[in-house]
């Protein structure tokens, strides 16, 4: 039986067979046949619906292959210091706030980042003291590898001069040695712990505000990087029959322990919300300039970036997971951060390959890959490693990167690389490091500029652009691919699922610029309408 008939459409399936059809039959969640009109309408019973697409453009469920989702739905209920462009602005933001909180009630923000800054400089706590001096104030970075926290957070974390710096992290600190209000990596946790969270219900209420501006802009499903909270919530929207996009969970190492004691294997669940890979952190990121390289940073010779978690660790948990039947997704943006979780994978291969394990039931990745040594372009694809890259980041960040890496920068933020290398590559937005929203995210892969134009006409380095094609499927077979679904999901084709994004115009006719003034009309999940409809 046939229940929904869509007509009229300039369809791109993605699928060599048919790239393009104009129009699909539905039965319940899935695709069953594509066609003409009047070969679908053929099909329709008395009770099918019949849909005009009126003319409009259709593509695949667009999936975000890496975002921070509790992270993100808290976001907006925080103080916005989203790229905020000085200091000053961003305290007055936290005085706002502060005028509408009571006395000792945490301030929490996200977003700032001081390379937009006009002197570049890291903020300190007697920057917020002074419009926070009885609240204790936490606000994350925009890279998430950095926390600005003001005098009475320090106080209430009991943090002060004889606190030592904790394996991965370090306490920022004055010219006497006193913390000076800037925390990175692993030492954000000496805050984090301390400020408050939501309730599981109250997070999955969070989590269904963020659901609807994510299908509003045309996304079906993601991989998500945050902890337990996040799943427990998200099992909370999935038993209200509220999840309606389809989600791959990650879990971090801290918690990886438990999902061997309990036997899960990678894929464990169903469509709506799976089993990912095991997450770990190599090192830190280029904001704050933790990022592990190989050479150090422009201008600061003695800095080569912060190793969060060195070799021998990530080997042990690697190869256990791999036993186990999981992947790893390690994150890794510096060149030698890279070349560590090469080497690991590459030892971690041998392993699988003296078991019988072929390289497609253990779907490894590198998170982020925003800078690789030129020695070792060639790896992920002799390992059969996924690439997942954020284009965003190359145009959020390219400032940053000619600052600090130099000519470097040509081997940086670079997915062309990998798929001249035959390398499966999945794009996502890191949000809420950078928006979710997926179509200006297709704009900086394929022109490699930002929405106002710079840095000019041709873009940031632009033998890396792609095709409007290839930064799609990273979106789409990509994503499908890392989560062990490209046999149902990344394309419209007969017997995969129903889900879809009717757009207002044809952006595959029209130039690159189309996509920052492309509106989604309606998005399909499992058959369903979830944003708008025709």
Known sequence: MIDRVLTNGRIYTLDARQPRVSALALCRERIVAWGDDAEMLALAGAHTARENLAGRTVIPGLTDAHLHWEWTARSLQQVDLFEVPTREEAVERVAARVAQTAPGEWIVGHGWTQAVWPDGAFPTAAHLDAVAPEHPVYLRAKSGHAVWVNTAALRRCGIDASTADPDGGQIGRDASGQPDGILFET???????????????????????????????????????????????????????????????????????????????????????????????????????????????????????????????????????????????????????????????????????????????????????????????????????????????????????????????????????????????????????????????????????????????????PEARLTLDEALRGFTAGAAYAAGMEDRLGRLSPGYLADLVVLDRDIFELPPEALLETNVSATMVGGVWRHGGL
């Open 187 to 461: 030492a954000i946790d000496l805050v984090a712990r301390h400020v408050p969270d939501p309730t599981p219900d109250q997070l999955a209420d969070q989590m269904q505000a963020a659901q609807e501006l994510a299908l509003a802009s045309g996304l079906t499903g993601f991989h998500d990087f945050d902890g337990p909270s996040c799943l427990t919530a998200l099992q909370l929207l999935r038993e209200r029959g509220q999840l309606a996009l389809r989600v791959v969970k990650n879990v971090n190492k801290a918690w990886i322990h438990h999902v061997h004691e309990l036997g899960l294997r990678w894929g464990f669940g169903d469509d709506w919300l799976r089993l990912g890979g095991l997450k770990i952190f190599a090192d830190g990121a280029l904001g704050p300039r933790t990022a592990l390289m190989v050479e150090p940073y422009e201008g600061e010779p003695g800095n080569t970036g912060i190793a969060v978690s060195e070799p021998a660790e990530m080997l042990e948990l690697v190869s256990r997971a791999s036993a186990a039947g999981m992947p790893a997704t390690i994150h890794a943006i510096g060149d030698m951060a890279v070349r560590r979780v090469l080497d690991v994978y590459e030892a971690v291969r041998h392993q699988e390959q003296a078991h019988g394990v072929p390289p497609a039931a253990r779907r490894h990745r590198i998170e982020h890959v925003q800078i690789i040594h030129p020695d070792d372009v060639h790896r992920l694809g002799e390992l059969n490693i996924i690439a997942s890259m954020q284009p965003n980041h190359a145009t959020s960040d390219y400032v940053m990167a000619d600052q600090y890496w130099g000519d470097r920068c040509q081997w940086a933020y670079n997915p062309r690389l990998q798929l001249d290398q035959g390398v499966v590559v999945a794009f996502g937005s890191d949000s809420p490091i950078d928006s979710f929203e997926p179509l200006p995210n297709l704009y900086a892969a394929v022109a490699r500029r930002r929405p106002d134009g710079s840095p000019g006409p041709a873009g940031w380095y």
